[in-house]
């Protein structure tokens, strides 16, 4: 597991997506009604994908992604919260790198986990904690894919998983905003690892399912 750590500045109790989003339609609505033209907007975020990889041919007639990771939508969880889906966009990378070149098999691939878990830490005390900013929260997520081929000509099958963790620390006076691009680099960077790990093991595990 990585540690990353982040120090940003503008203190702002920790909030949800959602709630960021109420307010800001809240303040949005209040400047129509004074006239202000100034629009409130929070960092709009691209999805993360991986079409500019090379393509990964499997020798099947068909090719199953799925999900079967279901949110807590509750604490510690807060991977509801991220501006881009994690388990979403570790199912786009069966769309976007695998290939089907024809065949009676079939590759099934399937995401087991996309989960981030927050733990608070704890602070400094006293005159010393008055001086200190501190790493307030940190967030695990995990990633877990497993991918299954068969044959039914044939009879092979053959199955291999993955799982990829990272974990950040974000500081106490970090804003909304910060905390959420810290997320998003979460999501790149765990992304970016299950692309290279997945990739290897099926090269090595599903070779014979490969053209």
């Not at 307030?136 to 009879?155: D, I, Q």
Request: proline letters at 4%; charged letters at 25%.
């Amino acid at each position: 597991m990585r540690e990353t750590r982040f120090r940003f500045s503008e203190a702002l109790p920790a909030i949800t997506r959602r709630t960021a989003l109420a307010m800001v339609g809240s303040a949005a609505a209040g400047m129509a009604v004074t006239g202000c033209e100034t629009e409130a907007q929070l960092p709009k975020y691209a999805a993360i994908t991986f079409s500019h990889r090379r393509a990964i041919n499997v020798r099947a007639g068909n090719i199953v992604a799925r999900t079967t990771f279901v949110k807590p939508l509750k604490a510690p969880n807060v991977e509801h919260d991220f501006p881009v889906d994690l388990g979403k966009t570790a199912e786009r990378w069966a769309h976007d790198r695998l290939a089907t070149t024809g065949g009676d098999g079939t590759l099934t691939y399937t995401v087991l986990d996309a989960s981030v878990v927050e733990t608070p830490l704890e602070k400094t005390d006293g005159i010393t904690g008055l001086l200190t900013t501190d790493q307030s929260e940190r967030y695990e997520g995990t990633v877990r894919v497993r991918v299954e081929a068969e044959n039914p000509s044939t009879g092979q099958t053959g199955e291999t998983e993955v799982a990829v963790k990272r974990s950040f620390t974000i500081p106490e006076d970090a804003t909304f905003n910060e905390r959420e691009k810290v997320w998003y680099q979460m999501t790149e960077k765990l992304m970016a690892d299950l692309d290279r790990q997945l990739e290897a093991a099926i090269q090595k595990h599903l070779s014979a399912f490969l053209d």
